[in-house]
């Protein structure tokens, strides 16, 4: 069974960093991207960007390129979503989800890890 | 940048009725729409890829339809568990994927 389980709620202070992760089992994780959606509370799907965890080749949407940073570790199959400095605007879920390589689709998402910012 | 229209934004039915939603692209994507369902508390889950192709699992009384810039879901006799809100998405320029705002399916 495919599964993507993603880290647990988080609660930060604003300016402050932090590294969410996404773990992929039930499929071969190098043969897939990895993606990276946000929803902030009441709103709808932002995409944010993906990471292919081969050959850590990664598109960032426009939106988001400089103010989050994505990884990957393919020894354990984990992907990673940080921010070096947190805004209370941040205030989101985020989900990750699989993308086929050939795909226009994500056809698996994680449970979503909610991130509080507040002071 | 592609932008997705939805609306709108919220439909009311009842169990039983056949509802279908819209989804507009500002230019053509070819058939690369996806829709998404989400349920409260819920991740997204994929019902449909390709405007028309049925994700692994889904019941047949969901269809899609449609290309280049005007795309419907039809849910053809909604089940309770159908009340939820669905996103289209797009995918046409690679590496962007954009999704639409959403539409709500209420119970009337």
């Known amino acids: 069974e495919v599964q993507l389980v993603q880290s647990g709620a988080e609660v930060k202070k604003p300016g402050e960093s932090l590294k969410i992760s996404c773990k992929g089992s039930g499929y071969n994780f190098l043969s897939y991207w990895i993606g990276w959606v946000r929803q902030i509370p009441g709103k709808g799907l932002e995409w944010m960007g993906m990471i292919y965890p081969d050959d850590s080749d990664i598109r960032y949407s426009p939106s988001f390129e400089g103010q989050v940073t994505m990884s990957a570790d393919k020894s354990i199959s984990t992907a990673y979503l940080q921010w070096s400095r947190l805004k209370a605007s941040e205030n989101a879920i985020y989900y990750c989800a699989r993308h086929p390589r050939t795909a226009t689709y994500f056809d698996s998402w994680g449970q979503g890890t909610p991130v509080t910012v507040s002071s | 940048e592609i932008v997705l229209t939805q609306s709108p934004a919220t439909l009311s039915f009842s169990p039983g009725e056949r509802a279908t939603l819209s989804c507009r692209a500002s230019q053509s994507i070819s058939d690369y729409l996806s829709w998404y369902q989400q349920k409260p508390g819920q991740a997204p889950r994929l019902l449909m890829y390709d405007a028309s192709n049925r994700a692994t699992g889904i019941p047949a009384r969901f269809s899609g339809s449609g290309s280049g810039t005007d795309f419907t879901l039809t849910i053809s006799r909604l089940e309770p568990e159908d009340f939820a809100v669905y996103y289209c998405?797009?995918?046409?320029?690679?590496?962007?994927?954009?999704f639409g705002p959403g539409t709500r399916v209420d119970i009337k």
């Open positions: 998405q797009q995918r046409s320029n690679w590496p962007l994927f954009t």
